[in-house]
């Protein structure tokens, strides 16, 4: 009966929203049973260019370290505000909040292109500033 209520609760998760906390909590759960390690998924241009490893693209934006406090703190974040945004502004709108999550996701990648090799996690980040620019809009309307 709790499977049920459970897997009902996760099947009323938007899709984008559901398949994004998903990738990230199976990387993470891949990452913790030592079936990858982080320096798989780190960002690393010259890794991707030279030695043509794609899949690094996206794969830094999944990891959020190991698990713990912080992490869990992270995936209450990302499934709160990407729900809320999928809910809310992009409601109806799937292909509009893909792209959201694409082209941010491009532009970051773009400036850390040649700056640093680190996990490029600001997606959070993204979500949470878009969130509170649309909170902050529906704020001042009402005043």
């Known amino acids: 009966m709790a499977y049920q209520s459970l897997r009902l609760e996760y ?7 559901r ?6 909590v199976l990387t993470t759960a891949a990452v913790q049973l030592e079936l990858i390690t982080p320096f798989q998924l780190y960002f690393n241009p010259e890794l991707i ?3 043509f490893q794609i899949w690094r693209l996206i794969t830094n934006f ?41 082209f941010g996701g491009f532009l970051m990648t773009r400036l850390r292109i040649n700056k640093s090799k680190e ?25």
Request: hydrophobic share 50%; proline share 4%.
């Open 62 to 102: 999944l990891f959020f370290g190991p698990v713990g406090f912080n992490f869990l703190f992270n995936m209450i974040f990302l499934y709160r505000y990407c729900r809320m945004l999928e809910e809310g502004s992009f409601r109806g709108r799937t292909a509009d909040f893909v792209f959201m999550f694409l």
């Open 49 to 51: 260019f030279k030695h």
């Open 11 to 17: 099947l009323q998760i938007p899709p984008v929203s």
């Open 119 to 143: 996990l490029l996690t600001q997606v959070l980040q993204l979500d949470t500033y878009i969130f509170s620019w649309k909170m902050y809009f529906l704020i001042s309307l009402v005043e």
């Open 19 to 24: 398949a994004y906390t998903t990738a990230c």
